[in-house]
């Protein structure tokens, strides 16, 4: 069993940062890839970021060179540095892994940028 719980989400003003982290239970988190997403109101669940369990990362071009996606193994943790924040960027963040076919997510975390 996998649980995920994120943390670090909170009212920010535009282009000021915000790191969230990801912190999972379970032995397969190493041998993961990670991903974040985030759904803003009325709107799909969108992929913003991905880490490979060597450390390869994608990304949204929408946030490309705004946000960073980084683990720590050992602490079972990923974290997403987000700076340069925009309005658009306002949604509830979820991290997810999927093994075995299924798909595992957290509770998320609510990310709000005034303008």
């Known amino acids: 069993q996998v649980q995920l719980v994120e943390s670090g989400g909170g009212l920010v003003q535009a282009g000021g940062s915000l790191r969230l982290s990801c912190a999972a239970s379970?032995?397969?988190?190493?041998?993961?890839?990670i991903y974040w997403y985030r759904q803003a109101p009325g709107k799909q669940r969108d992929l913003v970021a991905s880490?490979?369990?060597?450390?390869?990362?994608n990304y949204a071009d929408s946030v490309k060179g705004r946000f960073a996606i980084s683990r720590e193994n050992l602490k079972n943790t990923v974290y997403l540095q987000m700076g340069s924040l925009k309005p658009e960027d306002t949604a509830v963040y979820y991290c997810?892994?999927?093994?075995?076919?299924?798909?595992?997510w957290g509770q998320g975390t609510q990310v709000t940028v005034s303008s």
């Open positions: 997810n892994l999927v093994r075995s076919g299924i798909n595992y």
């Open positions: 880490i490979t369990s060597g450390g390869f990362t």
């Open positions: 379970g032995s397969i988190f190493s041998i993961s890839t």
